[in-house]
């Protein structure tokens, strides 16, 4: 005890004579009172970069919805956004290798008869996208390879089951033929698409269910609600495994961090300021922590991606886009960088990583709604690195285009983690499977080569001029015909008077 107490500098000992004297109590004082205020990561220097103006779409009515969801979908083929329309719901595809300024009379899918308010593309059919609308249905479309050259009005699968207007919808992570529905009827329905009909209600819920997410293996959902409750739930048996009663902190979005078995929620503390808090799914009872982001109003949607374990959070209505590393030590959510923009966002869609630059070490991909300008601007996040060779450390193992299970497989009960690929030397395996819906007969009016169904707008001047003249020239036809039929009529009634008139003779 004496030595120990001999090492240490009196309280009443003079400063300098303390670093004279006792200099390494003045070492080990300040290596103790040092902390880093970030911890090491590779992706502390990920920074954003806009597309060129020659990568962005421009000239497009991106829908004036106040709905709270992205109207926008990606991937690797397509980018779908929901659009400005009257008179029923519609949206456009665009192939991702077209960008430039749209032509006013762009084709559009166009078959709801109420506003589209969520749109979703198959994770293993690249062609095959599903939309729901206030119209109550849920529809499955398949987009011809190239893009569309005509108006599409004729689904795939035109689901009805909701009481209401559907507002969210789901692909099963993993399984092939499985989509959710959610509606403003407060349920959420289970289609098997194989048969094209609903195979589960989930009805758990008191009022509108604000989001959805699935983890890694599609074993289990966790929604939030207006009813300020967050649930974890067994999707085959509609069971409520986890539910938290959030009073501190309101709920407006929730995800599934990967295998991590954390969930991520964004909503409002009690004193109105976003914040976000990170929860264990097996237990609901109190976040494990919490964290205010700003006094700002619009909406925080969460994006996560499980290979890099990196959070971004983008507000509704804001230009920046903040993004996180998320830990399963302390502090968990670590702050890394913010890409500021002026432009407000609308929605954002996300490109899958098989779409990705890998030469570049583009991480992610947003493609940004900037409805003032009708403009969709991609944003990719990249990891500097001097090297031109690929890193795998930035790209491990991803979930692919192979689904890893069928509905019917799913529906019996079996869970299965997704099938891996590696982005090393691009992806262009191609995917041999065919989306199979149930045959239905698809009505069609064809006058001269052209389908009437198909509302083919014209567009350029020249065509609307050579369609008009077209149209001229089929009315003339039209006229003409049914001149010669109406003259066919009167001789076949005369004929037949004559035919009456010597039958009594004969008798």
Not at 99 to 105: E, I, K, Q, T, V
Request: with cysteine; hydrophobic share 35%.
């Amino acid at each position: 005890c004496d030595v120990k107490c001999s090492l240490v500098p009196p309280h009443n000992v003079p400063l300098g004579f303390r670093i004279l004297v006792y200099p390494w109590a003045f070492f080990f004082s300040f290596q103790m009172s040092w902390r880093p205020t970030y911890r090491s990561s590779k992706f502390r220097n990920v920074y954003g970069k806009v597309g060129n103006r020659e990568h962005c779409f421009e000239g497009i009515p991106i829908t004036k919805n106040v709905h709270d969801n992205h109207f926008c979908a990606v991937n690797s083929k397509f980018v779908a956004v929901v659009t400005e329309s009257a008179g029923g719901g519609s949206f456009i595809v665009i192939p991702v290798s077209q960008p430039g300024r749209l032509d006013s009379h762009y084709p559009k899918v166009c078959g709801h008869q109420g506003n589209v308010l969520d749109i979703k593309w198959n994770p293993f059919f690249e062609n095959i996208i599903a939309s729901c609308s206030e119209d109550t249905s849920v529809r499955v479309w398949e987009i011809p390879e190239g893009g569309l050259r005509r108006n599409m009005t004729e689904a795939v699968l035109e689901l009805y089951g909701h009481s209401r207007r559907v507002g969210l919808i789901e692909w099963h992570p993993t399984s092939s033929g499985i989509l959710f529905s959610a509606g403003y009827d407060y349920k959420i329905l289970i289609w098997n698409l194989e048969i094209g009909e609903p195979v589960k209600m989930i009805d758990c819920h008191t009022d509108v269910i604000l989001s959805m997410s699935f983890n890694t293996d599609g074993s289990l959902l966790a929604t939030s609600c207006k009813d300020k409750k967050l649930r974890v739930i067994e999707p085959r048996s509609g069971r409520v495994l986890q539910q938290a009663s959030c009073k501190n902190h309101r709920v407006n979005r929730v995800v599934f961090l990967g295998n991590m078995k954390r969930l991520l929620t964004t909503g409002v503390s009690r004193w109105n300021t976003r914040q976000i808090a990170l929860w264990d799914q097996e237990d609901l009872s109190m976040p494990i922590v919490d964290e205010d982001i700003d006094g700002l109003s619009g909406l925080l949607f969460p994006f996560y991606d499980a290979d890099t374990h990196m959070l971004y959070l983008a507000g509704k209505g804001d230009g920046n886009i903040r993004y996180f590393e998320i830990t399963t030590e302390k502090p968990y959510i670590q702050y890394l960088m913010e890409f500021r923009s002026p432009a407000p966002q609308k929605g954002l869609g996300v490109m899958p990583k098989h779409g990705l630059d890998v030469a570049s070490c583009e991480v992610f991909r947003f493609y940004k709604l900037v409805t003032l300008k009708g403009l969709i601007e991609p944003i990719s996040m990249i990891v500097p690195r001097r090297s031109d060779t690929y890193q795998e450390d930035i790209y491990p193992m991803t979930a692919g285009t192979e689904p890893a299970l069928s509905a019917s497989e799913w529906l019996s009960g079996i869970d299965r983690d997704p099938v891996l690929m590696s982005l090393k030397d691009g992806y262009h395996r191609p995917n041999q499977l065919v989306f199979k819906a149930p045959v239905k007969e698809k009505k069609t009016m064809v006058v001269n080569g052209i389908d009437l169904l198909e509302n083919v707008p014209p567009r350029t001047e020249n065509e609307l001029l050579r369609m008009f003249f077209r149209q001229q020239d089929e009315l003339r036809r039209l006229k003409e015909e049914l001149t010669t039929k109406d003259v066919r009529i009167r001789q076949l009634e005369l004929e037949l008077n004559n035919l009456k008139n010597v039958s009594p003779n004969n008798v």
